[in-house]
């Protein structure tokens, strides 16, 4: 069924839902589905909506024409998506395959509902996998003394195709400041850790050496803080004095892709909406 996705972020007062259901009904429009949230501490309000498309007079542009009014006189920050027009999405990697072959199949399966033009990494040990699923590979290393010239490629490489969306899939690099502004809200990334502890590399050692009983992943969004971004989705599983670091790492890889599949479809259908360095997640 194709439906325009509604989202809204504004501050909250009396009347924000009247006036767009009576703004929808007006025009016919069948609300599928229907989520709020009111933010006490912040004085915000959160709304997602699906329309049926089929059901309203015009088409997106007309839909964002007849409802600008509205959003002005309530200050909202607000977006409306077809459903019908899939999000391209550009995956990246390094050497771990495990969440980007997660990614591949459930995309392969059609249960994550976007196109993928390309994949890019920085080692070329993942391109058969890539290529057998028909997706262009392209290898971009990244020099230690200079990385610059590597990410202007990939810069590129991203905006060649028309990316909607970015997914770090254990992508083993820091991006520059100038990318997490370009391509703000749009970099999805999967920590190997329940964040915010155990920022940065090895967290798995990190935690054994504090002997936690808790391990996890968390999925987020990417800023210039380092793994301080928006957190979207995170999931744990419990440990012991009894596993090592390799089990560690084995439990965790199982956490991480579940947690990324499940981000990553969170913001395919906008499901997400990022206020400050929090974000509502209508799941």
């Known amino acids: 069924m194709r439906t325009f996705r ?57 839909f964002k024409q007849a409802f600008a009014p509205i959003a002005n006189e309530f200050s909202m920050q607000w977006n409306v998506t077809d459903s019908a027009v899939k999000k391209r999405v550009v995956l990246m ?12 199949h459930r995309w392969a399966r059609n249960e994550l509902d976007c196109d993928i033009p390309c994949v890019i990494a920085n080692h070329d040990d993942l391109r058969s996998m890539v290529e057998w699923h028909g997706i262009p590979f392209f290898h971009v290393p990244v020099n230690p003394k200079d990385k610059q010239p590597a990410f202007d490629e990939v810069s590129r490489l991203i905006d060649e195709h028309q990316a909607d969306c ?50 996890g992943a968390t999925c987020h969004y990417v800023t210039q803080d380092l793994d301080a971004g928006p957190i979207i989705e995170q999931d744990v599983a419990r440990v012991s004095h009894r596993d090592t670091i390799v089990d560690m790492v084995r439990q ?3 956490v991480e892709k579940m947690v990324l599949a499940r981000g990553l479809r969170y913001h395919l259908e906008d499901r997400v909406i990022i206020h400050d360095n929090k974000t509502v997640v209508f799941d």
């Open 166 to 215: 970015v997914v770090l899939a254990r992508y083993m690099q820091i991006l520059p400041p100038d990318l997490c502004e370009k391509y703000a809200g749009q970099v999805i990334n999967i920590h190997h850790s329940f964040l915010p502890s155990f920022i940065g590399a090895k967290p798995y050692h990190q935690a054994a050496v504090r002997g936690v009983k808790l391990i």
């Open 93 to 104: 990697a390094s050497r771990d395959s495990h969440c980007l072959a997660d990614l591949l």
């Open 252 to 254: 965790g890889k199982d």
């Open 6 to 62: 509604l989202t809204i972020a504004c501050p909250d007062r009396v009347g924000i839902v009247a006036k767009v259901s009576n703004f929808l009904a007006t025009y016919n429009g069948w609300i599928h589905q229907a989520s709020h949230h009111s933010d006490e501490q912040s004085g915000w309000f959160f709304m997602r909506h699906e329309i049926r498309a089929e059901s309203l007079p015009f088409d997106l542009e007309g």
